[in-house]
């Protein structure tokens, strides 16, 4: 694949934020109650705030693929809501692994962790899917539509533990009513840091994956040319 600049750019903006958030998260004193297993938040939070981010740009690109018609806010709503679900798995198993040792089991089935498997259903379905329909402007349409609908689990998830109290922790970050970040001032900068890192990942991830689609998109049509044009070549051959 051809490199660019904002590429290139993006690449090392990932690379240097995450090698920051590593050695803060890694510097970061012990939680008193939890020691070292609070390190496991430095990753946990910002997966799951790239996976909203992911779920949201999967909404975002499909609403822009049915106004414009361009192919590529399709290919873009794809390539986002892989990174929806690989990053939703990265979010469920490092809340498993600080569930067990805190919560004395990997899962239950509280409001916050039934969502977010959910979640795991309806863009596995979007992806699903799109392997079903053959017809790229179809599949395009259909997959925005459940793409803009499947961003409705963006909110239900984040205010889960709000609306339906369970053993989940409240929000790390409380965006409604009085903001407030629930943990010591030293961890919200790693966090910070943390969550800038998987924001430029999101992105280098977004870019690189889409230019990969529009590859495979021009081998498809280029190979269905071909066949068209043999199916032709044949036609001309069995009339005269």
Do not use: C
């Not at 660019?4 to 750019?9: K, P």
């Not at 693929?65 to 990053?87: K, P, T």
């Not at 929000?171 to 010591?184: E, I």
């Amino acid at each position: 694949m051809k490199r660019d600049l904002t590429t290139t750019l993006l690449g090392g903006a990932t690379l240097v934020t995450l090698l920051i958030a590593v050695g803060l998260g890694l510097s970061a004193p012990l939680d008193i109650n939890q020691g070292s297993l609070v390190r496991l938040m430095f990753v946990h939070v910002p997966s799951a705030w790239l996976s909203y981010l992911a779920y949201g740009g999967t909404g975002l690109f499909g609403l822009l693929y049915l106004l414009q018609r361009q192919r590529r806010w399709d290919r873009l709503a794809m390539a986002s809501a892989e990174i929806g679900v690989l990053f939703t798995v990265v979010t469920i198993v490092g809340g498993m692994l600080w569930a067990k040792p805190t919560w004395g089991t990997y899962w239950v089935w509280d409001a916050r962790l039934t969502t977010t498997a959910l979640s795991l259903v309806v863009y596995g379905g979007y992806l699903l899917i799109r392997t079903l329909i053959d017809d790229p402007e179809r599949r395009a349409r259909v997959s925005a539509v459940v793409g803009i609908v499947g961003t409705l689990y963006v909110p239900v998830n984040y205010m889960a533990v709000e609306w339906w109290r369970g053993v989940h922790q409240t929000q790390t970050l409380k965006l409604l009513g009085k903001m407030r970040f629930d943990a010591a001032p030293i961890y919200g900068w790693v966090l910070l840091v943390a969550v800038v890192a998987f924001t430029f990942l999101y992105l280098y991830m977004l870019r690189v994956r889409g230019a990969l689609a529009a590859r495979e998109e021009a081998r498809e049509e280029r190979e269905l040319m071909n066949e068209l044009g043999a199916a032709h070549t044949r036609a001309e051959v069995a009339r005269g």
